[in-house]
């Protein structure tokens, strides 16, 4: 009997080991490693900008700016030219099932409207040679008067403390997130803005050097899909504060800018994950 019970112990306890499933690779995180590549379109609020040297020291105010989209190019993902358009890299590692810690850069670029009048304070020398057309308290911001880019580009070098759930069974219960994977993301990130500025102001010749000019801060939610395990696409909606005391603007180091303003960006991002 004892015998006989032991074989039948024996033989459910073997069943119980073959109908059990491997546990899948996307169950867990920790010890991960992931990288993606992407583009963004951003938008920025108004914005004071204060402009200081020897002989001037003025500010115009509620500039309003836009990005400079590119829209799908073969740049890109051409190797000679990725960084021309507005584009995000990030690379991190998860601590935990859940959180991770990244490292990149946000590519943007902002590009100030020309041609509108705006109201100002301050001096400058030859006022009214520009094509400016000062009144008391208001200019045309005319190329000739001064022409204002962080064009390659608004870059924001940040760091971002992430956390990851995945959400896969709100849509199927049955889903095999080794094919397919839902996951959501939030974060928090901080880090320093290092722009090249095209700055042509009061006819004086431009800086054409990449500068750290301030720092940024951001919060950031996101949807991710993972598939076959080791790849994903990622949209992300990233809104955050940028100042900048110290932008050059001219071969003078007497000469810099000053602002700051709030952006909003969108991101679409694919990359891959894979165990260290």
Same mark, same amino acid.
């Given at each position: 009997?004892?015998?006989?019970?032991?074989?039948?112990?024996?033989?459910?306890?073997?069943?119980?080991?073959?109908?059990?499933?491997?546990?899948?690779?996307?169950?867990?995180?920790?010890?991960?490693?992931?990288?993606?590549?992407?583009?963004?379109?951003?938008?920025?609020?108004?914005?004071?900008?204060?402009?200081?040297?020897?002989?001037?020291?003025?500010?115009?105010?509620?500039?309003?700016?836009?990005?400079?989209?590119? =829209?799908?190019?073969?740049?890109? *993902?051409? $190797?000679?030219?990725? &960084?021309?358009?507005?584009?995000?890299? %990030?690379?991190?590692? !998860?601590?935990?099932?859940?959180?991770?810690?990244?490292?990149?850069?946000?590519?943007?670029?902002?590009?100030?409207?020309?041609?509108?009048?705006?109201?100002?304070?301050?001096?400058?020398?030859?006022?009214?040679?520009?094509?400016?057309?000062?009144?008391?308290?208001?200019?045309?911001?005319d190329e000739?008067?001064?022409?204002?880019?962080?064009?390659?580009?608004?870059?924001?070098?940040?760091?971002?403390f992430s956390?990851?759930?995945?959400?896969?069974?709100?849509?199927?219960?049955?889903?095999?997130?080794?094919?397919?994977?839902?996951?959501?993301?939030? =974060?928090?990130?901080?880090?320093? *803005?290092? $722009?090249?500025?095209? &700055?042509?102001?009061?006819?004086?010749? %431009?800086?054409?050097? !990449?500068?750290?000019?301030?720092?940024?801060?951001?919060?950031?939610?996101?949807?991710?899909?993972?598939?076959?395990?080791?790849?994903?696409?990622?949209?992300?909606?990233?809104?955050?504060?940028?100042?900048?005391n110290d932008?050059?603007?001219?071969?003078?180091?007497?000469?810099?800018?000053?602002?700051?303003?709030?952006?909003?960006?969108?991101?679409?991002?694919?990359?891959?994950?894979?165990?260290?």
């Amino acid at each position: 009997m004892v015998v006989l019970s032991f074989c039948v112990f024996s033989q459910y306890t073997f069943s119980q080991e073959i109908v059990e499933a491997p546990e899948k690779y996307t169950a867990h995180n920790k010890g991960k490693f992931y990288i993606f590549w992407g583009g963004n379109r951003a938008n920025y609020t108004k914005s004071d900008i204060r402009f200081v040297g020897k002989d001037y020291d003025f500010t115009i105010y509620d500039v309003e700016a836009h990005d400079k989209p590119k =829209g799908w190019h073969i740049d890109y *993902i051409n $190797p000679s030219r990725m &960084t021309i358009p507005q584009t995000n890299f %990030r690379m991190g590692y !998860f601590i935990s099932d859940h959180y991770n810690i990244s490292i990149g850069f946000d590519h943007m670029k902002y590009v100030m409207y020309n041609d509108r009048r705006v109201h100002y304070s301050g001096y400058y020398p030859n006022a009214g040679s520009y094509n400016e057309n000062p009144t008391a308290d208001e200019l045309t911001l005319d190329e000739d008067f001064l022409l204002f880019e962080h064009t390659d580009g608004l870059n924001y070098v940040n760091t971002e403390f992430s956390r990851v759930d995945d959400i896969s069974k709100l849509f199927s219960k049955t889903l095999n997130t080794d094919k397919l994977q839902i996951n959501l993301t939030e =974060g928090l990130g901080g880090g320093f *803005i290092y $722009p090249k500025t095209n &700055t042509t102001l009061l006819d004086k010749e %431009r800086y054409d050097q !990449f500068h750290v000019a301030g720092f940024g801060l951001s919060a950031k939610a996101g949807l991710n899909l993972t598939f076959l395990k080791y790849f994903f696409i990622q949209a992300e909606l990233k809104g955050g504060y940028i100042e900048m005391n110290d932008i050059r603007t001219t071969q003078s180091k007497d000469d810099h800018a000053e602002q700051h303003f709030w952006f909003l960006q969108r991101t679409i991002a694919f990359g891959g994950i894979f165990r260290i």
